[in-house]
């Protein structure tokens, strides 16, 4: 069973397109977060909810917004895209947001290709 | 401000030689560490943590880490390092003061691991 699983695994799309991922898990997690990975393998944290409210909102352009759903599942819908955007996107889980029980699960990724 | 150091970009080592990759921090208040590891196109995998107690820490797959308060320091270490240890390690921190309890990463050290 994959325990936090994300669609697709691949994304190419055009410049100015509007894209959507999906995240899901099955860990009975409240909390559940959007990560981007660069090319130098830097990691980013984009938003965060807790039982489906946004607790971190970092500073990403407003053409992202993430829609919770439900506790399980984060999804992430990204208008008008642009070369930049190009990255691995990563969903995670963890039990809650605090530090005792904070270690995250973390999907496979998706790999976003804007041309 | 709160921060992380990896200072090496990548990181050496025979088979079944002792491993070490390096980590500071800075933060202000009490640190909660993580390290977690990333194969080739996966996300990353939780491989341990220090909360409070030993100072040092055991994890998966053989490594441990020792948390170090005057050094600000979290180095990840394996005794006999394998080729399958070869990967991403990303070393990140919570400071005990933010009400987010937001996670600070590290910007990764790959571990090469020659037979």
């Known amino acids: 069973d994959t325990a936090v699983s994300q669609t697709p695994k691949?994304?190419?799309t055009q410049m100015g397109n509007d894209k959507s991922i999906k995240c899901e898990q099955n860990l009975g997690?409240?909390?559940?977060?959007w990560y981007k990975q660069d090319s130098k393998k830097f990691l980013k944290i984009m938003f965060s909810y807790n039982n489906k409210e946004l607790i971190i909102n970092e500073?990403?352009?407003n053409r992202f917004s993430p829609k919770s759903p439900d506790k399980a599942h984060l999804n992430l819908h990204i208008n008008s895209l642009e070369l930049g955007d190009s990255a691995v996107y990563f969903c995670a889980s963890s039990q809650d947001h605090s530090p005792n029980n904070s270690p995250l699960h973390f999907g496979n990724g998706t790999r976003l290709t804007v041309t | 401000a709160q921060s992380v150091a990896q200072p090496e970009d990548q990181v050496n080592v025979a088979e079944g030689n002792p491993l070490t990759v390096k980590c500071t921090y800075s933060v202000s208040g009490n640190?909660?560490?993580f390290w977690y590891v990333q194969y080739p196109n996966r996300g990353l995998q939780f491989l341990l943590k220090y909360i409070t107690g030993d100072n040092l820490v055991k994890g998966s797959y053989g490594f441990e880490a020792e948390f170090n308060?005057?050094?600000t320091s979290f180095h990840l270490k394996k005794p006999s390092a394998l080729v399958s240890d070869s990967a991403l390690y990303f070393c990140a921190v919570r400071d005990g003061l933010d009400s987010n309890y937001q996670l600070i990463w590290g910007a990764g050290t790959k571990l090469i691991i020659k037979p």
């Not at chain 1, 997690?29 to 977060?33: G, K």
Request: no cysteine.
């Open chain 1, 59 to 61: 500073t990403v352009p």
């Open chain 2, 69 to 71: 308060k005057s050094q």
């Open chain 2, 31 to 33: 640190p909660y560490l």
């Open chain 1, 10 to 12: 691949y994304l190419v």
């Open chain 1, 29 to 33: 997690h409240d909390t559940m977060y």
